[in-house]
């Protein structure tokens, strides 16, 4: 399975913008999925995640109320969408597909990583 994370790039802050990341190589849409993030100097963090049925999601903290996630099992991708976007939002942003179809905040429960891609958000 690989995934391909697209979609980042220069923002600045109060904007808008949507990665998406295609899996290709078996369907999973029996799989949650996740988006994680990782600042520079910092360490991963856990951003959304949703269900393999896209009914449900959590968020992490820093991003709760401006960041949504979704799916589209017949496209085999899953869609991360941030508003209002903050400085402290810059960072490699890696999506990732659970082991189970059960949403999940624990990076250890992702086997599968995209490559990231990189948002920046300017003041």
């Known amino acids: 399975v690989q995934l391909q994370a697209s979609g980042g790039g220069l923002v600045q802050a109060g904007g808008s913008l949507t990665v998406s990341c295609r899996a290709s190589?078996?369907?999973?849409?029996?799989?949650?999925m996740g988006w994680f993030r990782q600042p520079p100097g910092k360490e991963r963090e856990f951003v959304a995640s949703?269900?393999?049925?896209?009914?449900?999601?959590v968020y992490g903290d820093s991003v709760k109320g401006r960041a949504t996630i979704s799916r589209d099992n017949a496209k085999n991708t899953v869609y991360l969408q941030m508003n209002s976007l903050k400085p402290e939002d810059t960072a490699v942003y890696y999506c990732?597909?659970?082991?189970?179809?059960?949403?999940?905040?624990?990076?250890?429960?992702?086997?599968?990583w995209g490559q990231g891609t990189q948002v920046t958000v300017s003041s």
């Open positions: 949703i269900g393999w049925s896209g009914g449900g999601a």
């Open positions: 990732a597909a659970s082991t189970s179809g059960m949403i999940t905040t624990t990076l250890n429960h992702y086997n599968y």
């Open positions: 190589g078996r369907t999973l849409s029996n799989n949650a």
